[in-house]
């Protein structure tokens, strides 16, 4: 399947465009979110550090199992408390280097518990105890469903050795309003795409498309011969400028057409008048030689070679002559009998028989230039059928066109013949110009139809294709 010049764009458009409307709100998501991070790890290793300051060491080294209730422990706590309100955390803790709780807000564990949620903050904690403060890598979720991130730091002896560490947990409130940010940039993007595709669309489809089918009408119509409609001119762009080219080779292409046809005319007329002098000064001597039999056979071939020029003469001028059409209605049936009345003498003469298959049908068309056409593929079908053969005359419509078609049961057009079979001065034939089924072509071309050789089971079956309707005549014909 071929994919549309539109198509093509759209695509070269849309895949930078989708690209870079995804890339943004993504990228911008991304670096938001390590920036609040690292403002809230950074925040959280200030609480932590400020925590560890404020806890004295040898008292919180003193802690064991079971002294909750004891003072030392509540003022440890106290400590925390304020300093976790103070710093709008949610709780601070403290843990000895073996990872169990020492004391902590809102822990609801027994000192000496462990903290198996220290574990997915493996590094940070190895390296707070090293002496380091540290904000954790990743973030995590509660019970509560939101996200969390952490902050540490050591606490040291008067020797300066880390005895134990704080860590300070806050909410990445942050998070959901990015991911709301996040969405709703998705969304203008996805919108802003929309909209610039189908602005895209409709420009493309009027600007782009629009004169380039009508370009390749032209194309098509010069294609087809016909050289008297002008190009039209489409906007002011690279596209007019190839319609101001396309122009002027129609223009060259029919002026080049119209001196051909007017060549072949005057060699016809220049032809045919010696002609007709011939031909009268022929039937005189045959008359003066009526008594000599040896030499009346050489003015009969004589006379004969005579009609042979005559109907070459005749083609030429058929052909360089534009088919005029005048169309009006032609009752199908009534028509095809009276074509296979013109060849039944020639197919009498090789004993075949003419068979007819028509619908009742009409069709608008030139009756004249029509019966040109069909009785030239009538009389080729004559010839090409072996002896007592058949030649078949048949019509049928197919949608909104009448297909004419004329078969014989002779040997067929070869192979390498029918590529040229259309084209002017080639032919199959000992004797021909050529002419015959190119001015064939021409007449369906006329009418807004074609000609062409169609796949048979038997020797040749020639199709003329023709619109129903006048209306699909083309312009200037």
Do not use: W
């Not at 119209?258 to 005319?265: H, I, T, W």
């Amino acid at each position: 399947m071929r994919t549309s010049l539109l198509t093509k764009l759209i695509a070269a458009y849309l895949a930078p465009t989708l690209a870079l409307l995804v890339l943004a709100p993504f990228i911008g998501y991304t670096v938001a979110r390590r920036s609040l991070e690292a403002e809230v790890g950074a925040r959280l290793v200030s609480s932590a550090s400020a925590a560890a300051a404020t806890l004295k060491p040898d008292l919180l080294l003193t802690l064991q199992p079971g002294d909750e209730e004891s003072r030392t422990y509540r003022n440890n706590l106290a400590r925390l408390e304020a300093l976790r309100a103070g710093t709008k955390t949610e709780r601070l803790y403290a843990f000895d280097p073996q990872r169990r709780l020492l004391v902590g807000t809102d822990e609801g564990l027994p000192i000496g518990s462990p903290l198996p949620s220290l574990e997915r903050d493996r590094l940070e904690i190895e390296r707070t105890l090293q002496g380091e403060s540290t904000p954790s890598s990743v973030t995590f979720k509660g019970l509560d469903g939101r996200t969390y991130k952490s902050g540490y730091a050591p606490i040291l002896d008067s020797a300066g050795k880390v005895v134990a560490a704080v860590g300070a947990d806050a909410s990445a409130e942050f998070f959901a309003a990015l991911r709301q940010v996040g969405s709703s940039m998705a969304l203008v993007a996805f919108t802003c795409g929309a909209i610039g595709l189908g602005l895209f669309f409709l420009i493309g489809r009027s600007g782009l498309l629009r004169p380039l089918r009508s370009l390749l009408a032209s194309a098509n119509r010069i294609g087809r011969g016909d050289l008297a409609s002008p190009v039209p001119t489409v906007g002011r762009d690279e596209l007019a400028t190839l319609a101001q080219g396309m122009e002027q080779m129609r223009s060259r292409l029919f002026a080049r057409e119209r001196e051909m046809q007017m060549m072949l005319a005057g060699i016809a007329h220049e032809v045919r008048n010696p002609l007709g002098g011939i031909e009268l000064f022929t039937g005189l001597l045959a008359e003066d030689l009526a008594g000599d039999p040896e030499k009346l056979s050489h003015i009969k071939r004589v006379q004969k070679e005579l009609t042979y020029l005559k109907r070459v003469v005749e083609d030429f001028l058929g052909y360089a002559r534009d088919p005029k059409i005048s169309c009006e209605r032609v009752e199908v049936c009534s028509f095809l009998a009276e074509l296979a009345e013109v060849i039944r003498p020639d197919a009498d003469s090789k004993q075949l028989s003419i068979q007819i298959q028509a619908e009742e049908l009409t069709v608008e068309a030139d009756a004249g230039t029509l019966r040109r056409a069909l009785l030239n593929l009538a009389r080729n079908a004559v010839q090409a059928a072996p002896e007592a053969g058949h030649v078949r005359l048949a019509a049928s419509r197919q949608g909104d066109h009448i297909l004419f078609a004329v078969e014989d049961d002779g040997p067929g057009v070869p192979k390498a013949a029918r590529p040229q079979l259309f084209t002017p001065f080639h032919t199959t034939k000992e004797k021909g110009l050529g002419l015959g089924l190119a001015f064939v072509r021409r007449i369906a071309e006329a009418h807004g139809g074609q000609a062409r050789l169609e796949p048979s089971s038997r020797g040749a079956r020639f199709v003329l294709d023709l619109p129903a309707q006048a209306g699909s005549v083309p312009p200037g014909k």
